[in-house]
């Protein structure tokens, strides 16, 4: 197997372990990139940890910061190169076919892609600022490893069976969550997908084109969803619900049962520059502390409604050490258990930026950038892969995921591998190996269960 090229890693290579707590390097030679030319390569001598354990290497350096030893793997940039060039180098080393879609989403394809009632896993590999190694990459490499397994069993596919790697997921670039799977599923139009822009003012389509995709060509992709019988996204948990469950059961992998609606909110305080040395404290208007007092507050009101409210991302202008600042920009992300405790918690927040503003000279200005209704996972299918993986848990997420956004087009299931301390969104994310190694036999069973019957 051919690793791709490295171009932005930064750092050493985490040498085979995954996480921090390390895994044994595998012993395993990589198979030569014949072996599994067709798709009649059905047996091909693999085994699902050493498909795994290259691929997990293949990947793990692409995007890794040196002093951090987080990820920054962001939408359209070189590392999403190098991620994406892994993805198309997997497709072809088993020889599926590849196909990178209007919106920069890619797939590969075993069996006929136009067949319809295909059979879809995978994930996405873009990462938040210094994210973990799981988040997403997990669901990509697990895909690639069950059909492994399916393949080395000799399973008879009788549905097309596609794995993809979803653009954007994460938004850490332009601000809004999924916009790979938004945009095919028709919940982001084109003009407001241009519209975005970095924190350096470089918009959407100046970064795909600069990265070699066309913007104009962006938008919903019915034909695509319409081949998919059924989406299945295999995710690590960010969570503890599998590490510490109620009833003290030992099981590696859930089923998801549900996503908490959740959103962005940018809140702009305007107030006035002015000297740090020589501003009375009565004549000031300093953003930075209806900020605060809106930080203390949002923490107030999401522990009372049993939400969850986290302002993670600030900007300052002019952001000098001896002035007060004219803008503190913070972003608010904002989940509920359901929507209008989610609608009542974001209300209250505002209310009380502008209140404490009015004290502060402040003015609040509020914009939601981006929200995701409350998403509820197909009955049947989450049923149908519960009783195929013998009634495992079924719990619900505070996580978004391409799998919410598809669920309104498709029946779409989750599946969540254990996370022994639940951090996620952070280089400390980890997964058991043998953990992630039940995660890959269960999906390959769903696979099975859904794709050769
Ligand atoms: C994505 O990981 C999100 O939940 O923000
Ligand atoms: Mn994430
Ligand atoms: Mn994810």
Redesign the pocket.
Known sequence: MTVVGNRSAEGTPPSGSWGRDGWAQPTHRPAPAHETEAETAVGAPRTTGTSFHEMWRGLAPIGRHAESGGYRRYAWTGADADCRAWFQAQAETRGLTYELDRNGNQWAWLGDPEAGDAIVTGSHLDS?PDGGAF?GPLGVVSSFAALDELRSGGAKLTKPLAIVNFGD??GARFGL?CAGSRLTAGQLDKDRAHALRDGDGITLPQAMDRAGYDPEAIGPDPERLARIGAFVELHIE?GRALADPADGTDTPVGVASAIWP?GRWRFDFHGEANHAGTTRLDDRRDPMLTYANTVLAARKKARIAGALATFGKVGVEPNGVNAIASLVRGWL?SRAPDEETLAAVVGEIERAAVERGQRDGVDVRVTRESFTPIVEFAHDLRDQLSGLLGGVPVLPT????DAGILSASVPTAMLFVRNPTGVS?SPAETAGEDDCLAGVAALAQVLEGLACH
Request: proline share 0%.
């Open positions: 938040v988040d997921e994460e969550a960010q959740h992300d505070g996580a978004g995921h969104h």
